[in-house]
């Protein structure tokens, strides 16, 4: 247990359907942290929150929406899909907040295996 | 531009083995840090070290890291068929995101 939760852990939607992915974490941590993995592709970074704000879009396509209402929880709103969004959804936190030094260990929730048919 | 290049992409040993995994970075660092993912899992925190160290060890662990060269290796001695996973390393920068590379994926055979 890394003190990082998601749910669900598996989601298998069509291209037309809206979801929802959550992610909670009982480390006290500062931000939050989306990131897809792909088949044999590096672990992309999607979204990151510092104090529930958004601090960096990686390019993200607009049919991912992340919400961070409060700095224990965090949200990928999905919307019309495409298959080739089908992959690993992984949720990470760290202490954040500008850490002097940038020595954060990030701590990953278990993720989302989404299937988009 | 990818930062963060594993070497070799797949690994495969016998138990008692010694495995070493290098990493290659592109941009200055503050630190380095490994971690590993079991099959279809969320990846785990292993070890850091900073720019101004040369080696570290953890249990099992050492890992060696050259800023002149931008590199990182992770040495696991006398691996376990437990040991099976895809190893990941990641660059730290003055913020405090870390840019992971692509993995080592390793399997230990009994």
């Known amino acids: 247990e890394t003190g990082v939760t998601q749910t669900p852990r598996h989601l298998v939607m069509g291209m037309t359907n809206k979801k929802s992915l959550k992610c909670e974490q009982h480390?006290?941590?500062?931000?939050m942290y989306w990131y897809k993995q792909s088949a044999k592709k590096p672990l992309e970074l999607m979204f990151v929150?510092?104090?529930?704000?958004?601090?960096e879009n990686n390019s993200v396509p607009s049919r991912f929406s992340p919400e961070c209402p409060n700095s224990s929880h965090l949200f990928l709103h999905l919307h019309t899909l495409q298959p080739e969004d089908s992959a690993l959804y992984l949720c990470?936190?760290?202490?954040?907040?500008?850490?002097?030094?940038?020595?954060?260990?990030?701590?990953f929730g278990p993720g989302t295996r989404l299937t988009v048919l | 531009s990818q930062q963060g290049e594993e070497d070799p992409q797949a690994l495969s040993i016998q138990e008692g083995e010694n495995a070493t995994m290098n990493c290659s970075y592109k941009?200055?660092?503050?630190?380095l840090q490994w971690y590993r993912q079991n099959s279809g899992r969320g990846l785990v925190h292993l070890i850091l070290?900073?720019?101004?160290?040369r080696e570290k060890h953890s249990g099992r662990l050492r890992v060696t890291l050259d800023t002149s060269k931008k590199s990182s290796s992770l040495l696991i001695t006398a691996s376990r068929a437990a040991d099976t996973a895809s190893y990941f390393c990641?660059?730290?920068?003055?913020?405090?995101?870390?840019?992971f590379g692509k993995g080592t994926l390793l399997t230990v055979n009994p």
């Open positions: 990470a936190s760290s202490q954040g907040g500008g850490l002097a030094g940038g020595t954060d260990t990030q701590y």
């Open positions: 480390l006290g941590h500062n931000a």
């Open positions: 929150y510092n104090f529930k704000e958004q601090t």
């Open positions: 941009t200055s660092i503050n630190n």
């Open positions: 070290i900073r720019s101004n160290e």
């Open positions: 990641a660059s730290g920068g003055s913020n405090y995101k870390l840019t």
